[in-house]
């Protein structure tokens, strides 16, 4: 529809809620004029917010939505003070301006003349971004533990190694005689003594790997679709 001042705006249901162009509510639809929505219930702005009719994109029996993404809402400047917007027609440009720097259309919207008339086509696409979070840990602890461990040493011990020869010699009586002979022996034992060594270290590195994830959503357009009545032909072109 047109306004009196001669700008197109496009129609607002009331007792409606509004949304951001990506879906999120915003608030609650109170009034509207041929300048400003004034809306209420919004965790963004204070009640009786007003929004140019311009930033409104299109409407259904679901809601009226914008043509502003949530993350972009505090940068409008819109507050409960109309006049602090100066001239309306200086605002409606600064944000069709602003539409077009977004890099895509966010609105239906008729234009031109009524024998030239342009209707803009929206669909989403989406945007990555990425944030650090902690994925996980890793920790290192050392515990005792005990286990049986041998080893062989050599040692020594003497023993003793009796022989016997034959001889052939005169004897004496006296020689008939008992006897003891004592030999001492010797033999090495092990003694075993414990030593503490470090045999290991153990260092813990960060360093970053780059891979690729593949992530996705449902992403919604709007399709064109061309119904002829009567006798009419129509050229398609594309652009």
């Not at 234009?111 to 971004?129: K, M, P, W």
């Not at 022996?185 to 690729?212: C, F, G, H, N, Y």
């Amino acid at each position: 529809m047109t306004s009196e001042s001669g700008r197109e705006v496009v129609d607002v249901i009331p007792a409606v809620d509004l949304y951001a162009s990506d879906g999120d509510r915003i608030g609650h639809v109170d009034e509207l004029n041929p300048d400003f929505v004034i809306v209420s219930g919004s965790d963004y702005f204070g009640d009786g917010t007003y929004i140019p009719r311009s930033a409104v994109s299109r409407s259904d029996e679901n809601g009226v939505y914008l043509n502003v993404a949530r993350d972009q809402l505090e940068s409008q400047g819109w507050g409960t003070d109309p006049s602090a917007y100066g001239d309306s027609d200086s605002t409606d440009s600064t944000l069709l301006e602003q539409r077009e720097q977004s890099g895509r259309a966010d609105a239906w919207t008729e234009t031109g003349t009524q024998d030239d008339q342009r209707i803009e086509r929206v669909e989403e696409d989406l945007r990555a971004t990425k944030s650090a979070r902690q994925a996980g840990e890793v920790r290192v602890t050392k515990d005792v533990v005990e286990e049986e461990k041998r080893m062989s040493v050599p040692v020594s011990k003497e023993q003793v190694e009796i022989r016997s020869r034959s001889v052939d010699r005169p004897a004496s009586g006296s020689d008939f005689q008992g006897g003891t002979i004592s030999v001492p022996l010797k033999e090495e034992t092990v003694d075993i003594q414990k030593e503490a060594r470090v045999v290991e270290e153990i260092e813990l590195d960060k360093q970053v790997v780059q891979e690729t994830v593949e992530v996705g959503d449902t992403v919604r357009k709007e399709r064109v679709n061309i119904e002829q009545t009567g006798d009419v032909e129509v050229e398609r072109r594309n652009g």
